[in-house]
Every structure is written in C-alpha cells, then in structure tokens.
T-cell receptor, first 113, second 116 residues
C-alpha cells in the first residue's frame, strides 16, 4: 500500500531564516505531487504541483519554491521566511491514472516568529 | 474558471441524527470527478467519498452518501447516524478527467459539530 510522509511535524522559525519541508511517498511510482497551505480554520491553497522529476508548476507567486529531486520526493523551500508564511502545510499525491483523487500527508505546522 | 461553493460555514447535528452538507460547483466541462474530504482536529485530510460525473447513481460509503444533481451542479453529502468522530471540517472538491496535473478545486469547507 502507499504511504506519504512529511517532516518535520512542527516547526518554529524566526523571520528571515531559511525553510525546508520534505515530503516522500512510498509504494507508488511517478506520482503527481502537491504542496498546499492552509491558514487556521480556512480552506486549502495550492502552492505547487509536479508531474515528474524536475517539473514544477507554481500556482501562486510568493516567497516559496519547490523542488522534486527524486521521483517520490517533494521539497518546499524558502530562502528567507516572512511572518505571512506561517500556516499548516500539506503534501499530497495522486496516481494520475484514475479518478484523480489525492491522498494527503499528516502536514507540517509552521510558525514564523 | 471553475469554482466550488460551500455555503454553510458551520453545521451542527445531534448524535445519531442525519445531517446534509451542501456543495455547488460551476464548470463548463462534462467529464469530472467530485469528492468529499474530511479534516478532523488532527488536520489529516481523509477522502470520504467520490462521485464520477458520468454515473447517475449516487455514491455511498457506509453512513456517507451523496446527492449528485448534475444539471443543477449540486453535490451534497449526507451523513446518517452521526457519531462524535464525524466532527470535522468537510471539504467538497472538483477535478477534471483530462486536467493536467490532476489538480483539485476545493470549496472553503464546512465545520461540522456533533452534539452528544
């Protein structure tokens, strides 16, 4: 069966510091991968998605970037965090083969102080 | 642009009762899928139910069922025999069969509270 991991689960970072959040998927190959951000009590905002290694599509211009160095690894980064980067970050995957349903990781809670 | 609207920010239901969460969407596409996701306090997103637009029969998963009205572009979720564990935020989502990247369009969510 497929599983998706995210780490860290919780992160507190000062303004201006760098960021690296990692997501890995097991049990599947060539998945579509996604990064979402969710503010408290709000909906999901799609940040980036990837259909293959090195292929990144950005949905919202901002202080973040994404990379996919391996087939089942997706990284969300920032060179200098802003207060507005605080939120709950979710990684998801889909097979792209049927139904288009996405499966989500446990998320990372990021607080920028 | 495709949109998904959940007009109920919050709903409450008594334990063991039935509740219906509303969702409407707007698209000019004819081939798509609709989903309901549940996000409990742990914030883990869980797929509850899926509906293919080309199927007239409403999807059912145990206590969860949908009322899919394609012409009206409506996709409501009915939860029967509500349990305390059903308390969560529920999101309606839409995707298209030939969508590059299989992106989902999410509604804003409905918070469901279950009273004991």
């Amino acid at each position: 069966s497929q599983t998706i991991h995210q780490w860290p689960a919780t992160l507190v970072q000062p303004v201006g510091s760098p960021l690296s959040l990692e997501c890995t998927v097991e049990g599947t190959s060539n998945p579509n991968l996604y990064w979402y951000r969710q503010a408290a009590g709000r909906g999901l905002q799609l940040l980036f998605y990837s259909v293959g290694i090195g292929q990144i599509s950005s949905e919202v211009p901002q202080n973040l970037s994404a990379s996919r160095p391996q087939d089942r690894q997706f990284i969300l980064s920032s060179k200098k965090l802003l207060l507005s980067d605080s939120g709950f970050y979710l990684c998801a995957w889909s097979s792209g083969l049927s139904y288009n349903e996405q499966f989500f990781g446990p998320g990372t809670r990021l607080t920028v102080l | 642009a495709q949109t998904v609207t959940q007009s109920q920010p919050e709903m409450s239901v008594q334990e063991a009762e039935t509740v219906t969460l509303s969702c409407t969407y707007d698209t000019s596409e004819s081939d798509y899928y609709l989903f309901w996701y549940k996000q409990p306090p742990s914030r883990q997103m869980i797929l509850v139910i899926r509906q293919e637009a080309y199927k007239q029969q409403n999807a059912t998963e145990n206590r969860f069922s949908v009322n899919f009205q394609k012409a009206a572009k409506s996709f409501s979720l009915k939860i029967s025999d509500s349990q305390l564990g059903d308390a969560a935020m529920y999101f309606c989502a839409l995707t298209f069969i030939r969508e590059y990247g299989n992106k989902l369009v999410f509604g804003a969510g409905t918070i469901l509270r279950v009273k004991s």
